[in-house]
Antibody, heavy 122, light 110 residues
Framework: QVLLVESGGGVVQPGRSLRLSCAASGFTFNYSAMHWVRQAPGKGLEWVASISYDGTYKYYADSVKGRFTISRDNSKNALYVQMNSLRPEDTAVYHC???????????????WGQGTMVTVSS | EIVLTQSPGTLSLSPGERATLSCRASQSVGSSYLAWYQHKPGQAPTLLFYGASIRATGIPDRFSGSGSGTDFTLTISRLEPDDFAVYYCQLYNRSPPVYTFGQGTKLEIK
């Protein structure tokens, strides 16, 4: 069964840190680029960060650049995001997603997790 | 930076009706880089279309995607109760790699 399961969410004070994890199963994780996407309460989806299949390339949204670090452990089929200097505006459900390349037809996120909630509040 | 604008913000329709959702880009984009997703509260989003018009695995044929350049459309020919959700378009820009979502269209039961 193809599955992505996020964990590590919770309530944290502004300025503190949190690490989210995403466990993958049922597909070739070590061949897949992966992403974090978040949804703040009452808002739409926002792409947060991406990492290439081997961890070489990492990209971030401007809103989290310098504060968040995406990483992966292919031996464990796991994706992570280290979130430092958290702000109230980082409050959101965080989803991990797998990028699928469709030859000649572009890319899209074809597998998603249900998400884990992060609340930044004093 | 390319901005995606979806309209309408909310669409109120009844089961059996036809739904037409719009996604407009601030500048011309290749259709290969446009995707559509369905998202229900508390669930994982579901990929509907990639390449603007290619249906993802398991998506019923009452859903169709079309468009090119700056204007893209998601059409649901005959709404079923399970179709009421929020729909997002997404643009993938290769250089630099940025994945922009539209603000979403909420499809609600009238």
């Amino acid at each position: 069964q193809v599955l992505l399961v996020e964990s590590g969410g919770g309530v944290v004070q502004p300025g503190r840190s949190l690490r989210l994890s995403c466990a993958a199963s049922g597909f070739t994780f070590n061949y897949s680029a992966m992403h974090w996407v978040r949804q703040a309460p009452g808002k739409g989806l926002e792409w947060v960060a991406s990492i290439s299949y081997d961890g070489t390339y990492k990209y971030y949204a401007d809103s989290v650049k310098g504060r968040f670090t995406i990483s992966r452990d292919n031996s464990k089929n796991a994706l992570y995001v280290q979130m430092n200097s958290l702000r109230p505006e980082d409050t959101a459900v965080y989803h991990c997603a797998r990028q699928q390349y469709y030859y000649g037809s572009g890319d899209a996120f074809n597998i998603w997790g249900q998400g884990t909630m992060v609340t930044v509040s004093s | 930076e390319i901005v995606l604008t979806q309209s309408p913000g909310t669409l109120s329709l009844s089961p059996g009706e036809r739904a037409t959702l719009s996604c407009r880009a601030s500048q011309s984009v290749g259709s290969s880089y446009l995707a559509w997703y369905q998202h229900k509260p508390g669930q994982a989003p579901t990929l509907l279309f990639y390449g603007a018009s290619i249906r993802a695995t398991g998506i019923p044929d009452r859903f169709s995607g079309s468009g090119s350049g700056t204007d893209f459309t998601l059409t649901i020919s005959r709404l079923e109760p399970d179709d009421f959700a929020v729909y997002y378009c997404q643009l993938y820009n290769r250089s630099p790699p940025v994945y922009t979502f539209g603000q979403g269209t909420k499809l609600e039961i009238k």
